[in-house]
C-alpha cells in the first residue's frame, strides 16, 4: 500500500464549482497534515495545516479523519486560478515528509 | 515574506561528476530538507536535518548523496557522481519547528547528461 494515497485525477470543473479531493495514508503514527498546491514547475506551497477537528480558510475546507486515515480537501466556488495540482503531505514525528503524487485540477470559464 | 533561496537554478552536468547544490533557508530556521521530483513523478523526500546532523533519510539518500551546513547560513546537497537517473527537480525546504509545515525553495533542475 502507498504511504500516501491520492486519486490523480485530472479533475475538470467549470468556474464556481465545487470540487473535493481525497486522501488516505498507512502511517498511524503520522502526526501532522497539510495540503500544498503545486503550479506546474513550480515549488509545492502551503495551502493549509490540517487539523482533527477540520478547518476552514476562505473557500478551502480541509478535514482529517485519524480513525480511518483519511484526510479531505473541499474547494467552493472554485476560480480559474485554482487551477494546479493538490499534494496532500503527511508528517511522521521524525519529520519525514511523505507526499502524496497529487491530483490535479483545472478550472474552466 | 521570508523565503528559501536555492542556487543554481539549472544545472547540468556529465555522467560521473560531482554536483553541489546550494540553498539558503529561512534565518531562524532550525529544520533542513532535501527533496528531488522527477519530471512528471511525486515529490520525494531525501533527508532531513537538525543540529548539525541528519536526523531522517530516505532510501534514496545512499552514499552517493551528502549534506552539509558550512556555515550559518548555506545548506547544500551534494551527489559525488552522478547518474542519469538523478535527473531531477531537487528542492530545499526549511521549518521552524519540528512537524511544522515546510517552506520551500523554487529548485534546483538537475540535468545529467
Known amino acids: ?109 | 515574506e521570508p523565503e528559501v533561496t536555492q542556487t543554481p537554478s539549472h544545472q547540468v552536468t556529465q555522467m560521473g561528476q560531482e554536483v553541489i547544490l546550494r540553498c539558503v533557508p529561512i534565518s531562524n530556521h532550525l529544520y533542513f530538507y532535501w527533496y528531488r521530483q522527477i519530471l512528471g513523478q511525486k515529490v520525494e523526500f531525501l533527508v532531513s536535518f537538525y543540529n548539525n546532523e541528519i536526523s531522517e533519510k530516505s532510501e534514496i539518500f545512499d552514499d552517493q548523496f551528502s549534506v552539509e551546513r558550512p556555515d550559518g547560513s548555506n545548506f547544500t546537497l551534494k551527489i559525488r557522481s552522478t547518474k542519469l537517473e538523478d535527473s531531477a527537480m531537487y528542492f530545499c525546504a526549511s521549518s521552524g519547528t519540528s512537524g511544522g509545515h515546510e517552506y520551500f525553495g523554487p529548485g534546483t533542475r538537475l540535468t545529467v547528461l
Open chain 1, 1 to 109: 500500500r502507498k504511504e500516501v494515497e491520492q486519486d490523480p485525477g485530472p479533475f475538470n470543473v467549470p468556474e464556481g464549482a465545487t470540487v473535493a479531493f481525497n486522501c488516505t495514508y498507512s502511517n498511524s503514527a503520522s502526526q501532522s497534515f497539510f495540503w500544498y498546491r503545486q503550479d506546474c514547475r513550480k515549488e509545492p506551497k502551503l495551502l493549509m495545516s490540517v487539523y482533527s477537528s477540520g478547518n476552514e480558510d476562505g473557500r478551502f475546507t480541509a478535514q482529517l479523519n485519524r480513525a480511518s486515515q483519511y484526510i479531505s480537501l473541499l474547494i467552493r466556488d472554485s476560480k480559474l486560478s485554482d487551477s494546479a495540482t493538490y499534494l496532500c503531505v503527511v508528517n511522521t514525528w521524525n519529520n519525514d515528509m511523505r507526499f502524496g503524487a497529487g491530483t490535479r485540477l483545472t478550472v474552466k470559464p
